[in-house]
């Protein structure tokens, strides 16, 4: 009936849809009030946060969006796992930036308003692999002492094998 790579190709989009629509009317529930306690959780305390990740998830999926319309005919299995982790990788990467931005580990100047956070957060699920790229760099320099280069240089590679880059375009 269905061949193995388009059934593959088809839940890929299907989830990828699924998370895109899902989280702009994730957003919507919460703003409207809709989930107050959900799961034992108030989230009232966290709704911010939910944003926050939401937006970076909106962010990873469109690029991977993007990414499975351009490469379509190229994708291959290797990549699925690529495209389910995805949104999840950038959702939390996004919190987690937003937090460095708001202890002042991370500086960047912008309006205490959540629509900025908000941004920011889309920006990152969007940029994920240069924002890992970076945030690298700064834990390096924080806690290596070092203040450029990659810890992954040192001694050589073995023949053959090369360092996957998360942006990298499917082959």
């Given at each position: 009936m269905f061949k193995k790579d388009l059934l593959y190709k088809l839940g890929i989009a299907v989830y990828?849809?699924?998370?895109?629509?899902?989280s702009f009317w994730m957003m919507a529930a919460l703003q409207s009030g809709l989930f107050v306690h959900l799961f034992g959780v108030d989230w009232?305390?966290?709704h911010e946060y939910a944003y926050y990740?939401?937006?970076g998830g909106i962010?990873?999926?469109?690029?991977a969006l993007r990414l499975f319309h351009e490469y379509y005919d190229q994708l291959s299995e290797r990549?699925?796992?690529?495209?389910?982790l995805r949104?999840?990788?950038c959702a939390g990467a996004a919190v987690m930036t937003i937090i460095l931005f708001q202890s002042g580990i991370l500086l960047l100047q912008t309006?205490?308003?959540?629509l900025a956070k908000i941004g920011i957060a889309f920006l990152v699920g969007f940029g994920y692999g240069k924002v890992m790229d970076k945030l690298k760099s700064l834990a390096e320099t924080l806690f290596n002492g070092k203040s450029g280069g990659s810890s992954d240089t040192k001694g050589p590679q073995a023949p053959g094998?090369?360092?996957w880059d998360e942006d990298e375009t499917p082959k």
């Open positions: 990828l849809i699924v998370w895109y629509v899902g009232s305390v966290v990740a939401l937006a962010g990873g999926t469109l690029y990549w699925l796992f690529w495209y389910l949104p999840i990788k309006g205490d308003s959540v094998k090369t360092v």
